[in-house]
Structures are given as structure tokens and as C-alpha cells.
């Protein structure tokens, strides 16, 4: 594979269905323009209804490969199991559009890879499920909403689990392939990353956003990067937003090759909280 210095555009929170078709449009064509080798698209790009459109216009406007992972958002207005079923098989009739919840490495040059997982809030971090929260997730999207706090709360548990499954599936393979290696993923990975305005979130709010850390030692692998949505960040800007308030096409020299990302975190622990190696004791429930 070629490592000429093109570039790749992260996307991310586009909420589109909060657009005329006409901004749409304007958007995709400052994305064109920026001639990208690859999209990466970390959630929230529609709700449930409006989500098979959107990322069927998004796959017909811009030819080069769609990495993509779903946020919340995208099931909004519907059901897990309904959406997913149709992101699969739009996916198999689009050739361009990479759900990686259903892919393993994807090689972004000889030395990097990418890998992801939508990722969800598994409900155990912070006060875990004493946390007294309400999100809009718990009333617009059917699963959630046809159960009991308690069994919503196994739910979450399930998700979550879900992405530590298949992060942990794919990610020897991927680290032994690769120098150094993104996870795509729409939460923040554990509560250090999860912050808002600036700040890191309260306890209260920590079960919905991020998953436990069942390890607090550091990793010896370097290499491994998150490549995360930045909603709940103050660090720095996000990326390319399609309300065009604010436009961020955003350059930042990572390993050498000019990729357009930002609010790229490095996660020391991560690969070990994930792979389950050198594991310390778990914090008791209601701490971080």
C-alpha cells in the first residue's frame, strides 16, 4: 500500500437529520473537496429513521472507502436489532461503506491500522447503576424504553461487553500486523476521557458515558491510539461538524502522515484493560 502523504477525514456527530437537503449537500462537497483517501465516521450520523438514507447519500457523494461505527443517536426512533439489520445490509449492497462493529483490521498505511466498535456506556463506572440519570436514549430507543431501570441497566451491561469483546478479538492480531493502531468508537473508552467543558464528567453521569476500567496499570504499547468522538471533550475542537458553524477541517501530523483527525487521545492503559494483561484488583462499585 502506497503511504503517500493523502489524507484521511474523521467525521464526526454529523446529526444530519437536523439538516435541509441543501446543507447536506454544501457539507459533503467541503468533504470532496478535501479529496480524502478515507472517511472515518465515529456515530451519530442520523436517527434510526432517517439513518438508511443518510448513509446511502453519504456512500453514493463520496467514492473512497466510509469507515463507520454507530453513536446513540442512530438508534433513535427505533430498536437495536431493527437498525443493525439494516446498516448490514446496506452495507453489503454499498461496497465503500465499512461497519467496523463487523470488520476486523482495516490497514490505513503499511505501519497503522484501524480497527473499531460503536462502543456503549456500560453502566458500571461512577455510581453504576445507583446513578439517578436520565438520558434521552432511555426514552428513544425502543429497547430501553420497554423495560424496567434494572433491566435497562443489564442492557447497557451487554453493549458494553459486546465492544470489549470484539476489541479484544481483534486487537492481538491487529497490534501484532501493526506499529500502531486506531480504535474508532463514539464514547469515551474510561473515565479519564470522558469530559465535558472541560472537565471530567461527575459520578452521576460517568455509568452512561464510558465503560469501567477494570485495569489501571499502563501498557507497555505505545502504539495503540482512539480515535474518539469528541462530544463530551473540552480538550480541543472537534472535527468537521455539518452545521457549518465553526468549520474545522482540521490537520494535525500524526505518525508521520498528515491525516485530518483531531482529539486524537492516547491511551496507554487501554490495550491492557481490553486484552485483560497485568490486571490490578477492580475498584470497589461507586468509584472510578
Not at 455510581?127 to 447497557?156: C, T, W
Not at 469501567?212 to 499502563?218: A, D, L, Q, T
Request: aromatic share 6%; charged share 25%.
Amino acid at each position: 500500500m502506497s503511504t503517500s502523504p493523502t489524507s484521511i477525514v474523521w467525521l464526526s456527530d454529523l446529526h444530519l437529520e437536523f439538516l435541509q437537503a441543501a446543507e447536506v449537500d454544501r457539507f459533503l462537497a467541503k468533504v470532496c473537496l478535501a479529496a480524502p483517501r478515507a472517511v472515518l465516521l465515529s456515530g451519530d450520523i442520523s436517527g434510526a429513521r432517517w439513518l438508511r438514507e443518510h448513509l446511502s447519500l453519504l456512500a453514493d457523494r463520496i467514492s473512497v472507502p466510509i469507515y463507520f461505527v454507530l453513536g446513540n443517536h442512530d438508534y433513535y426512533g427505533g430498536a437495536f436489532a431493527t437498525v443493525d439489520e439494516m446498516v448490514m445490509g446496506l452495507c453489503a449492497k454499498k461496497q465503500n461503506l465499512h461497519w467496523l462493529n463487523k470488520e476486523g483490521a482495516v490497514p490505513l498505511s503499511e505501519r497503522t491500522g484501524l480497527v473499531g466498535h460503536a462502543g456503549w456506556g456500560d453502566g458500571m463506572a461512577g455510581l453504576g447503576r445507583k446513578s439517578p440519570v436520565s438520558l434521552n436514549d432511555f426514552i428513544q430507543i425502543r429497547d430501553l424504553r420497554e423495560v424496567d431501570r434494572s433491566a435497562m441497566f443489564d442492557i447497557l451491561h451487554e453493549r458494553g461487553k459486546a465492544a470489549a469483546t470484539h476489541l479484544r478479538t481483534v486487537l492481538p492480531s491487529t497490534l501484532k500486523k501493526f506499529d500502531r493502531v486506531f480504535i474508532l468508537i463514539h464514547p469515551p473508552p474510561f473515565p479519564d476521557a470522558s469530559r465535558h467543558a472541560g472537565l471530567r464528567s461527575d459520578s452521576d453521569h460517568l455509568p452512561h458515558f464510558c465503560r469501567h476500567p477494570y485495569s489501571v496499570r499502563n501498557a507497555n504499547d505505545e502504539g495503540l491510539m482512539s480515535a474518539r468522538s469528541p462530544s463530551s471533550s473540552g480538550e480541543r475542537p472537534p472535527p468537521t461538524n455539518a452545521d457549518g458553524a465553526d468549520k474545522r477541517l482540521c490537520t494535525e501530523p500524526i505518525f508521520g502522515e498528515p491525516i485530518l483527525l483531531v482529539t486524537v487521545v492516547r491511551m496507554k492503559r487501554f490495550s491492557e484493560m481490553l486484552l485483560g494483561t497485568g490486571a490490578t484488583e477492580r475498584k470497589p462499585p461507586g468509584r472510578c
